[in-house]
């Protein structure tokens, strides 16, 4: 794999947070915070010592905007990271912000160039240290696969925080301020060092690798379902951690050149499945696939037959499960020594994809290697 290339020639806003007196009023009209309560402009600015926090916004909900409080009706990242930090009260209190602007989308539109972006930047940013912490803002839709791509490729212990919220700035109880000013906690905690990349939401703090979306549209959507948040975090009490900095066993992975990720598909099982969605798969050049089978990772006798098949081809196939919690072992009701399959263990599909994409861009194919990869954590 090649070192990592320069950093993109992506449009940068790379000035000091400054708060201007409008902005303010308009953003905080937003989160339904009257302007009156705010800090004045310019009072209380940054003091020296604080920790440097590199905001890298990439829109979501959490810069979305409704034309009326009252509709459920919205347009994901329409306010910039700027004015996003500029809106919550405090936030000048607990770190110096900088502020960038990645990319304006939702999270489902999320995709490779962007991922590249956000990680060069942050190994930049680290490399010259240039920050002590880095803070995302994100759409929830796909926030667990860039937590877990940037998770493998980004080196360094300084923390990394996604955040995100599930309704906009203009609704009647936001929870993006609140999600905001605990993300900005954790980021310049030195206690956050060495955990790898984080979210916060909804005062927990989880695990890129164990992190995932649950819910479609309640605040309470995020959970770790094999091992629970690493931490909580309140405006009142602080953080606590529950685990020790630094238990990780994780790898970091090269970032390939380029822009692109290899391609993996994703195939759902289900009852009656047949070996069709494994042939397109196949036809439109994949080359890994990962399964997300029923229970175990299991599917049906015509699709394993299509995946054994792939898997003799030098295609990639990792099974992984459609089930939310528990892990998939190798060689129970499938036999993955003599198929040359790989087992996801607790990774989900989304998740298992990204380590397939960047282990096959690495180079890694023998199903031994890959089944290694996927196993170091435990
Ligand atoms: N579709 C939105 C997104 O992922 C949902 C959200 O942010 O909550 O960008």
Do not use: C
Request: aromatic share 4%; no cysteine; net charge neutral.
């Amino acid at each position: 794999m090649t070192k990592h290339a320069a950093r993109p020639a992506i449009r940068r806003r790379n000035r000091t947070l400054m708060v201007a007196a409008p902005l303010v009023a308009l953003a905080l009209w937003s989160w339904g915070i009257d302007a009156a309560q705010a800090a004045e402009p310019g009072k209380d600015a940054p003091a020296a010592g604080l920790p440097r926090i590199l905001v890298l916004a990439t829109g979501g909900t959490i810069a979305g905007q409704a034309d009326a409080r009252a509709t459920g009706a919205y347009k994901s990242g329409q306010i910039t990271g700027e004015q996003l930090m500029a809106s919550v009260p405090g936030l000048d209190k607990l770190a110096k912000l900088n502020a960038e602007q990645i990319s304006s989308i939702g999270s489902q539109d999320m995709n490779d160039k962007v991922w590249f972006a956000l990680a060069r930047r942050i190994q930049d940013a680290f490399d010259k240290n240039e920050a002590d912490g880095i803070l995302i803002t994100h759409g929830t839709d796909t926030l667990e696969e860039t937590a877990f791509f940037l998770d493998n490729v980004v080196r360094g212990d300084k923390p990394v925080v996604i955040v995100g919220s599930m309704r906009p700035a203009t609704a009647v109880s936001a929870d993006g301020p609140g999600n905001l000013y605990e993300a900005v906690q954790v980021a310049a905690d030195p206690r956050s060092r060495g955990r790898g990349v984080m979210a916060v939401l909804n005062d927990k703090i989880q695990s890129a690798r164990s992190i995932t979306k649950t819910n479609t549209t309640s605040i309470e959507t995020f959970s770790s379902p094999n091992d629970g948040p690493i931490g909580y975090v309140d405006t009142a009490g602080g953080i606590r951690f529950m685990t020790q900095a630094g238990g990780s066993k994780r790898a970091t992975y090269q970032l390939p050149a380029g822009e692109q990720l290899p391609r993996v598909e994703i195939v759902y099982s289900h009852a009656n499945m047949d070996a069709v969605p494994i042939e397109d798969a196949i036809s439109h050049g994949a080359k890994g696939i990962v399964l997300a089978g029923v229970g175990d990772g299991n599917t049906s006798k015509q699709a394993l037959d299509a995946l054994e098949a792939a898997a003799k081809k030098g295609i990639i196939v990792v099974r992984s499960t459609r089930v939310r919690s528990g892990f998939v072992t190798r060689n129970v009701e499938v036999d993955d020594d003599k198929n040359g399959f790989v087992v996801s263990e607790d990774l989900n599909p989304q998740k298992a994809r990204v380590l397939t994409q960047l282990l096959i861009a690495g180079g890694v194919t023998a199903p031994a290697e890959l089944q290694k990869a996927f196993t170091a954590t435990w």
